[in-house]
């Protein structure tokens, strides 16, 4: 079996990573300067709960074309959701028919744009990560928060080889039969990112302080921050509106759907937040660096 990642970030250099400390074959797909890091220092991985492996550079197989998945089994699709239909084009050109494509993305239509991309083969599922990688240094990669990988079951139980690797990587992953509701559970954590990139602060300082959380830091950003927040909310009314997830009935049960990781995550006091000291969202990290946050497309 071979894995393959497209969107080697954060989490996807996480996640295939964890794989081939496990012994299993993975390609990863991303941006020159991941491959450049780890040809100068490995891959280091490490953990809340102590896990810490740094792969050897000659062990971790690094492209930047999606044509090096062209023989895997099963290709785990990290990209931002902006780059999700251009990924699934590129998946369709070079993919085996028998190939699994998983969406391990943020936001709730990344699968059907997969879907429509690919066509009939390969089969594409939807996915979701409950938990946070942190970039410490070049080519060290940190688990910041406890949490599952989710995907959706195939009635031919396609998925099972590609869970048992990924849970004997330890990585804690369940099939589970309503993704929609699980998504749509962590979009309304996730819709705090938008704040925190507008308001410049670590997240466990916005969480700590009420004036950030309403306001962000200062008067120029308190109109962006409120502005923001009616955004995402008439968003979301939009999407109950057009029938795209019948979120006032999901929402009353979305602590269950989002773990533990993501409750503690709201938990000031909680072991997430003292892991995620001095840390900001993705979307805000994204934004620093010149490139495009994905809250817009996560409808």
């Known amino acids: ?33 991941l491959a450049t890091e780890v040809a100068a220092r490995g891959l280091r991985l490490t953990d809340l709960d102590g896990f810490d492996v740094t792969l ?14 062209a023989d895997c089994d099963f290709i785990l699709v990290t990209v931002k959701g902006l780059d999700t239909r251009t990924a699934g084009e590129k998946l369709a050109a070079i993919a085996r028919p028998d190939a699994l494509v998983v969406s391990f993305q943020n936001g709730v239509r990344n699968r059907e744009v997969l879907a429509a991309a690919l066509g009939e083969r390969p089969l594409a599922v939807a996915g979701t990560v409950l938990f946070n990688v942190l970039r410490r240094a070049p080519a060290h990669l940190h688990q910041g928060t406890s949490g599952r990988l989710m995907l959706s079951p195939l009635p031919d139980g396609r998925e099972q080889p590609l869970v048992a690797a990924l849970k004997k990587a330890g990585l804690p992953t369940v099939v589970h039969a309503d993704m929609e509701r699980v998504q749509w559970g962590k979009l309304l954590v996730n819709l705090n990112n938008s704040i925190n990139a507008l308001a410049g602060v670590p997240l466990l300082e916005q969480l ?12 120029a ?21 057009a029938g795209a997830a019948r979120l006032a009935v999901r929402a009353r049960g979305q602590v269950a759907l989002v773990d533990r990781s993501q409750r503690a995550q709201l938990d000031v006091g909680g072991p997430a937040a003292r892991a995620a000291h001095g840390d900001r969202s993705v979307e805000r990290r994204d934004r620093g660096a ?10």
Do not use: D
């Not at 050897?56 to 998945?69: C, D, K, Y």
């Not at 700590?208 to 008067?219: F, I, L």
């Not at 010149?290 to 409808?299: D, Y």
């Open 290 to 299: 010149g490139r495009a946050g994905e809250c817009e497309n996560a409808l």
């Open 208 to 219: 700590r302080q009420g004036g950030v959380r309403a306001r962000g830091p200062g008067g």
């Open 1 to 33: 079996m071979r894995v393959g990642v497209l969107g080697a970030g954060s989490i996807g250099a996480y996640v295939g990573g964890r794989l081939v400390a496990a012994g299993v074959p993975v390609t990863l797909v991303g941006r020159a300067a």
């Open 56 to 69: 050897p550079p000659a062990q971790v197989s690094i492209a930047t074309e999606a044509r090096a998945l």
């Open 221 to 241: 950003a308190r109109g962006q921050a409120e502005a923001a927040a009616r955004r995402a909310a008439a968003a979301v009314v939009a999407a109950v509106a």
